[in-house]
């Protein structure tokens, strides 16, 4: 048996190593690609369930087909709402850190600004620097567990509004081209939904937090003590011990459950170059611990801005 009490022989060959004691485990020695047995990836997915996070090294002959075929034998693909997707694909995006906008250097959710964001992201390394440019992801389930019980009921009750449109001031090294770049096409449509902050995963029955720096408000609470409110709870999300940090290679992959994760990139590289692309799959409407589901309340087209005579 493995440290994660699946059989050997589910992944044949593979060996399983746990990277942190709450979140992150490796896969070692296997192939991913879209022509995996449906064992394997059973097993995969039973990974993520319980690790939240799981990494692969040497997967350098994945090309961006094959990198999506693999991530959508855990479903249909999500297309972010603003950005699309590299032509050839239905669902992958590029970061490049030479490009405006493309390093996500807070803590996040991916896509919570819509209803049914993503469960699953597929992010493979394809030029990574000499030293830093690692990322770190937090395990929203045990944040949650750690909350004194008067806080977790505190919790279960509040519904929080997320929007693309956030404050630029979140991102104290954003340049000018990426708050440009974050105007004029990640926020080309506005979106703002309303999350329950605690959600119940629809896989494990377990309860997440559901917040990150594309919250806005909280609903039916004035902003200050909101602001209050949500450093308290994002304050146990990215607690150390709740976290797991990858160091990058050329090649490596790792596989996130996005609705029990935060994950943030950390911006310490410098003028190198990153580049990583991303394969979402597409997730399920949140609900709230009384069966409430997420409603997504404005969805609007920017005016274009005016010419200039």
């Not at 620097?129 to 505190?154: E, I, K």
């Not at 999350?195 to 909280?218: D, I, N, S, W, Y």
């Not at 949500?230 to 146990?236: A, I």
């Not at 996130?256 to 943030?264: E, F, K, L, V």
Request: net charge negative; glycine share 6%; proline share 5%.
């Amino acid at each position: 048996m493995s440290a994660t009490g699946l059989s050997d022989n589910v992944i044949p060959r593979a060996d399983i190593v746990k990277r942190a004691a709450r979140i992150g485990a490796e896969i070692r020695n296997i192939k991913l690609s879209g022509d995996l047995p449906d064992q394997t990836i059973a097993a995969i997915n039973e990974l993520l369930l319980e690790n939240k996070v799981i990494f692969f090294r040497d997967q350098g002959h994945l090309d961006d087909a094959e990198q999506e075929r693999f991530a959508l034998r855990f479903g249909s693909p999500a297309c972010h709402p603003t950005l699309g997707a590299i032509k050839g694909t239905a669902s992958i995006i590029e970061l490049d850190s030479v490009r405006a906008g493309s390093r996500a250097d807070l803590w996040h959710t991916d896509g919570t600004f819509v209803d049914g964001y993503p469960k699953i992201a597929v992010l493979r390394g394809v030029v990574m620097p000499p030293f830093g440019g690692d990322t770190v992801w937090s395990n929203t389930v045990t944040a949650y567990l750690d909350l004194a019980p008067p806080l977790q009921r505190l919790a279960d009750k509040l519904w929080a509004v997320h929007s693309n449109a956030f404050d630029y001031a979140i991102m104290p090294r954003a340049s000018e081209l990426d708050k440009k770049h974050l105007d004029e096409v990640f926020t080309k449509t506005i979106y703002q939904t309303e999350h329950p902050v605690v959600r119940v995963h629809p896989e494990t029955g377990e309860r997440t937090l559901l917040l990150g720096a594309l919250v806005q408000r909280f609903v039916g609470i004035p902003k200050y003590d909101g602001q209050k409110l949500f450093d308290l709870f994002q304050s146990h999300i990215t607690a150390l011990e709740n976290t797991v940090r990858w160091s990058w290679k050329e090649g490596d992959v790792a596989m996130w459950d996005n609705r029990a994760t935060q994950h943030y990139a950390v911006n310490d590289y410098g003028d190198q170059h990153r580049v990583v692309r991303r394969a979402t799959v597409a997730g399920e409407v949140p609900v709230s611990i009384d069966g409430q589901s997420s409603v997504t309340r404005i969805k609007t087209a920017k005016e274009p801005a005016p010419e200039v005579a």
